[in-house]
């Protein structure tokens, strides 16, 4: 019965983020089609919501692994999960004159597309369907992906620093100007996110090892 609900429970998890993650891809993608480059100005205005509750969301996998509910390893997820949360809503949200910058549509296109390459595969597996193709994804074309999001979320914080000589953040903090938390928060992306990725290569490795393994016993 356990496992049923939490199979059950699985199951509405991926297919709500793989929803909210199709719906954000395809409004953005309609956006840059119908007002090109001008549409980066409303962009975050028109998908910052869902986004905000994908994010949000993606903090219960956290949880899933610590109860054993999924499988994986605690540390990728949680440097990936929370380098993103803090990004959104220290920088995104909490600046709102940086939001129209296209630095900003770049990075939730590097986010949607890690997305989309997780859920879909997580969802085969669920439903007992794996696919060679989303394996794949899932395990190899993610981590150059991961790589050039990484980049783009350090060159985020970069430009969004002018912002927050003047902004909320500039004032609330009497310790000291909030620019130089995050340049001391730079260095620590760059080590977490490269022990990530030896984290995602050794996965890779095993993921694909296992589906060898099942090929030749069929």
Not at 26 to 33: D, E
Not at 73 to 83: C, K
Not at 111 to 134: A, D, K
Not at 150 to 160: C, D, F, H, K, N
Request: a positive charge.
């Amino acid at each position: 019965m356990r496992c049923s609900i939490q199979l059950a429970y699985l199951l509405l998890y991926n297919l709500l983020q793989f929803s909210g993650t199709t719906w954000i891809f395809a409004n953005m993608t309609a956006r840059f089609l119908f007002f090109g480059r001008g549409a980066q100005v409303g962009t975050f205005y028109s998908v910052g919501v869902i986004m905000s509750v994908c994010q949000l969301l993606s903090l219960l996998e956290l949880f899933h692994i610590a109860d054993g509910i999924e499988k994986g390893q605690l540390f990728p997820r949680f440097v990936q999960v929370m380098e993103r949360n803090l990004l959104l809503f220290v920088v995104f949200v909490g600046q709102e004159e940086f939001q129209s910058q296209l630095i900003v549509c770049v990075q939730f296109y590097m986010w949607n597309i890690l997305q989309l390459l997780r859920y879909p595969h997580n969802l085969l597996c669920l439903v007992g369907m794996p696919s060679s193709s989303t394996l794949w994804a899932r395990y190899t074309l993610i981590i150059p992906v991961y790589v050039l999001s990484v980049l783009t979320e350090g060159i985020s914080i970069w430009q969004a620093l002018p912002y927050f000589d003047s902004g909320i953040y500039s004032i609330q903090l009497h310790t000291g100007n909030f620019r130089y938390v995050l340049l001391a928060y730079l260095p620590l992306l760059a080590i977490a996110s490269s022990v990530t990725v030896g984290f995602l290569l050794k996965q890779r490795k095993q993921q694909l090892d296992i589906w060898n393994k099942k090929l030749k016993r069929k």
